[in-house]
Nanobody, 126 residues
Framework: QVQLVESGGGLVQAGGSLRLSCAAS????????MGWFRQVPGKEREFVAG????????NYADSVKGRFTISRDNAKNTMYLQMSSLKPEDTAVYYC???????????????????WGQGTQVTVSS
């Protein structure tokens, strides 16, 4: 498993932007398919965006398409989530996650990921 630490969360007004970062430990970051998930109290954790090992393939939840952009810098062992046009319904704890090494599918299922960060709170005020 890879150790993951998120940062960049905070309070923003509706329509604003935030960029989340996910820093990974180790020297094998490029072997992990990565994803962003979010969770609100009382609800299941849901997929937000995912990215392939090289960064060439991305996948987004319908609710964030056109507003969020996932990217990664394998040289820096870091993944990002650029969030724009934020809405109050985007308020959640955001988690970064990694699939087992050498996986190929950018999965939308939480069960496919076995490494998780501690989460960072994003609050969007109306």
């Amino acid at each position: 498993q890879v150790q993951l630490v998120e940062s960049g969360g905070g309070l923003v007004q509706a329509g604003g932007s935030l960029r989340l970062s996910c820093a990974a430990s180790g020297r094998t970051f490029s072997t992990y398919v990565m994803g962003w998930f979010r969770q609100v109290p009382g609800k299941e954790r849901e997929f937000v965006a995912g990215i392939s090992r090289s960064g060439g393939t991305t996948n987004y939840a319908d609710s964030v398409k056109g507003r969020f952009t996932i990217s990664r810098d394998n040289a820096k062992n870091t993944m990002y989530l650029q969030m724009s046009s934020l809405k109050p319904e985007d308020t959640a704890v955001y988690y970064c996650a990694g699939r087992p090494p050498h996986s190929t599918v950018v999965s939308t299922s939480t069960a496919s990921y076995d490494s998780w960060g501690q989460g960072t709170q994003v609050t969007v005020s109306s």
